[in-house]
């Protein structure tokens, strides 16, 4: 008998209606006293570098939480040529990984509200952060959390992928 596979659930922190969703799930894992693990960032090209990354959170705590910047944040922060997938595209992509428990899309520049709302047991970032930098750390810090850096699997990238797309099919 084969398993049914389903997605992780995904919500728009813009919406009133979900975030009362977000904060009944966030209630249920307290109320079972499992660790919430977040990171975030913009997953624009899924590569082995953010899968590794990603298992790797979740191993940190009982549910990972992905912020997923919204579409405008992105091209706030990279330029007008990015994101390469939207924002839904994207946040499907993560709710598929076996170490998503739940996606959340973010319009801020930073998840700091998204933070603030969740206070996740476990503030994971890349180690190109220094903790002392990660968004959040006081709010997860000052209610008994850990903020902690996870390294990165040196030459992989977006930026490396999207310039290796280039070069190898401008030609």
């Known amino acids: 008998m084969s398993q049914q ?3 992780a659930p995904i919500f728009t922190f813009r ?3 979900e975030q009362e969703q977000l904060r009944a799930w966030r209630k249920a894992l307290r109320d079972e006293h499992k660790n919430l693990v977040f990171t975030n960032g913009v997953f624009d090209i899924l590569h082995h ?7 790797e959170a979740r191993n940190l705590g ?3 939480v992905i912020g997923c910047n ?3 944040s992105v091209r706030r922060l990279k330029g007008e040529k990015r994101p390469l997938q939207s924002e839904g595209d994207r946040a499907h992509i993560l709710a598929a990984l076996k170490a998503t428990d739940c996606v959340v899309i973010f319009d801020d520049d930073t998840p700091l509200s998204l933070v603030e709302f969740l206070v996740p047991d476990v503030l994971v970032k890349g180690a190109d952060w220094s ?3 990660v968004v959040g750390r006081d ?3 000052r209610h008994g959390g850990k ?3 996870i390294p990165f699997i040196e030459g992989r990238s977006t930026t490396g992928v999207v310039e290796k797309v280039i070069e190898r099919y401008s030609k």
Do not use: N, P, R
């Open 15 to 17: 919406h009133a209606h």
């Open 5 to 7: 596979i389903t997605f």
């Open 147 to 149: 903020v902690l850096t």
């Open 139 to 141: 709010v997860v810090e």
């Open 62 to 64: 009982d549910a990972l």
């Open 70 to 72: 919204a579409d405008a």
């Open 49 to 55: 570098g953010h899968v590794s990354y990603l298992k």
């Open 131 to 133: 903790v002392e930098h």
